[in-house]
């Protein structure tokens, strides 16, 4: 099976590419193989701009059986536990649009400059159909934003218009190119604070990249 293993930061896929150095063949800089596997790490930059132009250059993306995307997200509610994995299966941008002089938001969708029932959109969101991988955790849906969330005014703002679990900064830029190519993915996020007026005093990074890393070879071992 030829993966790809994404990922905005080497930080954040750090203890799987070790366990693939230990465990695999290493073919190139970017390609590891077992003779069941060809894996291939693939490190894009944070925010979305980066993540589009990265997955843009891949010409050769539709010829791989699986794109695995890992990475950190802040949780909007208590119902998640500082250092729990999740798979995001439905995104969108939550601030492409308009700000109104009144404050509030208007997305491109609300704006009718993006068909939101356009594939790969539904409703304006866009969703993991794919069932053919599976990873047994629970499911949440994602929002992706280009400044993370800091005050109390912004955060309630968007849980009230979009009702979201959790959020990042590229998560519906690789759902929208993995539709788009026809890919199966999985998107599995490390939960590494809430989402709340901004204080990384209370976040737990090591232990979200550690827990999400352990999924993923887990799922490099299942498939």
């Known amino acids: 099976m030829k993966i790809l293993?994404?990922?905005?930061?080497?930080?954040?896929?750090?203890?799987?590419?070790?366990?693939?150095?230990?465990?695999?063949?290493?073919?190139?800089?970017?390609?590891?193989?077992?003779?069941i596997h060809s894996i291939h790490p693939f490190v894009t930059g944070v925010g979305s701009p980066m993540m589009a132009f990265g997955m843009g250059k891949l010409h050769d993306a539709p010829t791989y059986d699986l794109v695995i995307h890992g990475?950190?997200?802040?949780?909007?509610?208590?119902?998640?536990?500082?250092?729990?994995?999740?798979?995001?299966?439905?995104?969108?941008?939550?601030?492409?649009?308009?700000?109104?002089?009144?404050?509030?938001?208007?997305?491109?969708?609300?704006?009718?400059?993006?068909?939101?029932?356009?594939?790969?959109?539904?409703?304006?969101?866009?969703?993991?159909?794919?069932?053919?991988?599976?990873?047994?955790?629970?499911?949440?849906?994602?929002?992706?934003?280009?400044?993370?969330?800091?005050?109390?005014?912004?955060i309630d703002a968007i849980k009230n218009k979009y009702a979201a679990d959790v959020e990042s900064m590229e998560g519906a830029t690789l759902f929208y190119a993995c539709r788009m190519w026809d890919v199966p993915f999985i998107s599995i996020r490390g939960i590494s604070n809430y989402v709340q007026p901004r204080d990384k005093s209370s976040w737990k990074i090591p232990e979200a990249i550690e827990k999400m890393n352990e999924q993923i070879i887990k799922l490099i071992g299942n498939y």
């Open 71 to 154: 990475g950190l997200s802040g949780a909007y509610d208590n119902q998640f536990n500082l250092g729990d994995v999740v798979e995001v299966v439905k995104e969108r941008w939550a601030d492409l649009g308009a700000e109104e002089q009144d404050g509030g938001f208007t997305d491109l969708v609300e704006m009718e400059l993006m068909d939101g029932n356009r594939i790969p959109f539904s409703e304006g969101w866009i969703l993991n159909k794919q069932s053919k991988y599976t990873t047994g955790l629970k499911q949440c849906t994602g929002l992706t934003v280009n400044k993370v969330s800091g005050t109390q005014k912004t």
């Open 5 to 35: 293993l994404v990922s905005a930061t080497v930080f954040e896929l750090m203890p799987t590419l070790e366990y693939l150095e230990k465990h695999f063949e290493t073919k190139s800089f970017s390609e590891f193989t077992n003779g």
